[in-house]
């Protein structure tokens, strides 16, 4: 059975370097004697938040204080954790996960390294299995390099170079703190030796809602040719109302695979005012022919269609701006959604809490997510999910204020080809 160990807390150790002085000082490996000057951080985080809670840097968010910290993002950052792996998981196939590292980084483990990533919404993922030390110490340390130089708000957008929140290096409504650090969850994660690598489902109703398809995407990713069985249960409130299994030849690599189940009178999802927000469940479990489970995955879904249909007008060239939900026209009323925070990373579930549910009770039903911002975490979009509102997420990238024209270079033009691919199934 798939089994996941956090590695996210407050107990990852964290320090600043100039240029590759941590390489020289070993300071990415068990045996460093570079022990003076390390301080106490969290994960998810940011680096100028776990500065000023050691009390390195003042307030950021006081008067002029960011003014201050714009010596931060120009430095190498390094963050180490020391953590255990029991024997019991010894023989498993073990994958460490960082779903977000902003922006580019290196990744050692036991002072060896594993890769690096280059990007801040796609996730950095390494197979550790014949790397780690079981019932020992193992230490994993992420050198973050300093922050890319890209454009401003008054800016040319033809000069931009990557995939990475704008909104910190300065915008009308956020002061210039360029963002750096680990900024989403980090755990290690034991399957079999084939493992679900992705999962996205997507009900389709039919012509009178009366039915719904459910499609379920998946990944599967094996290190070996081999037998297995996929076995899914959809479930509401708790109750089985379809299930069913495939048996599956995998490819050594990566294994597409498409699922299709019924729902018979679905129970549908609306938007905040127009009716209720019941959410399915879809449980998809990887397993050996003879039952033995190799990994399992559960996603929350509603079951809805969303269309946007041509205005009620006698402008025959009018562009398709209505939203029609389940066959019914509404107005679409919301806000634009920038980061709660100028230190995204720091995870505020209670602040999110509050602005989401005033959201709701203002009778908000969709927020257009900007692309300067980010692609949010997954509490977000359910918190949306639970509350009926829709979300109009912008791929990352923003308007300028000298020039509006996107870089026709072939290797920018392909960085955003493969993101795209990556964050935004199709």
């Not at 549910?357 to 969709?366: E, K, P």
Request: net charge negative; proline share 6%; charged share 20%.
């Amino acid at each position: 059975m798939a089994r996941t160990l956090a590695l996210n807390g407050s107990d990852w150790q964290f320090k600043a370097f100039e240029g590759e002085d941590w390489r020289w000082r070993d300071a990415h490996k068990p045996q460093t004697t570079d022990i003076r000057h390390w301080h106490t951080g969290s994960v998810p985080g940011s680096v100028h938040h776990d500065l000023w809670q050691v009390g390195a840097v003042p307030n950021p968010y006081f008067e002029r204080n960011s003014l201050l910290l714009e010596w931060i993002p120009a430095r190498t950052w390094l963050y180490k954790k020391t953590f255990r792996v029991g024997d019991e998981l010894r023989g498993q196939r073990m994958r460490l996960c960082f779903m977000g590292v902003d922006y580019e980084a290196q990744f050692f483990l036991n002072g060896e390294l594993l890769g690096t990533h280059v990007g801040m919404f796609t996730p950095a993922q390494f197979d550790v299995s014949d790397r780690l030390l079981y019932g020992q110490d193992n230490l994993i340390a992420v050198v973050i390099e300093p922050a890319p130089h890209e454009q401003p708000q008054v800016g040319r957008t033809s000069l931009v170079r990557t995939h990475k929140s704008r909104m910190t290096y300065w915008w009308d409504f956020c002061p210039r703190m360029i963002h750096v650090g680990i900024w989403d969850d980090v755990w290690l994660e034991a399957t079999g030796d084939a493992r679900i690598d992705s999962v996205f489902v997507r009900p389709q109703l039919n012509a009178d809602f009366t039915h719904a398809d459910v499609v379920i995407s998946l990944e599967l990713d094996a290190l070996a040719a081999r037998a297995a069985r996929v076995e899914t249960t959809l479930r509401y409130q708790g109750k089985v109302v379809a299930s069913g299994h495939a048996d599956l030849a995998l490819a050594e690599g990566h294994t597409p695979f498409t699922q299709f189940l019924p729902i018979d009178q679905p129970r549908l999802w609306w938007p905040n005012g127009h009716g209720d927000q019941p959410l399915y469940e879809a449980e998809i479990t990887l397993s050996e022919p003879d039952s033995a489970m190799l990994d399992q995955r559960t996603v929350r879904f509603g079951v809805r269609r969303v269309e946007l249909v041509r205005n009620n007008t006698p402008d025959t060239s009018a562009r398709p701006y209505t939203f029609q939900v389940n066959g019914v026209k509404l107005f679409a009323k919301g806000w634009n959604w920038v980061p709660i925070d100028a230190l995204y990373g720091v995870p505020r579930p209670d602040k999110l809490e509050h602005l989401l549910t005033l959201a709701g009770r203002a009778h908000v039903n969709l927020l257009r997510v900007w692309g300067g911002g980010l692609i949010e975490k997954e509490a977000f979009y359910n918190r949306c999910d639970e509350l009926g509102i829709m979300v109009w997420q912008e791929f990352i990238q923003s308007s300028s204020g000298i020039e509006n024209t996107p870089s026709a270079a072939p290797e920018f033009i392909e960085l955003m080809v493969q993101r795209g691919r990556a964050n935004h199934p199709a």
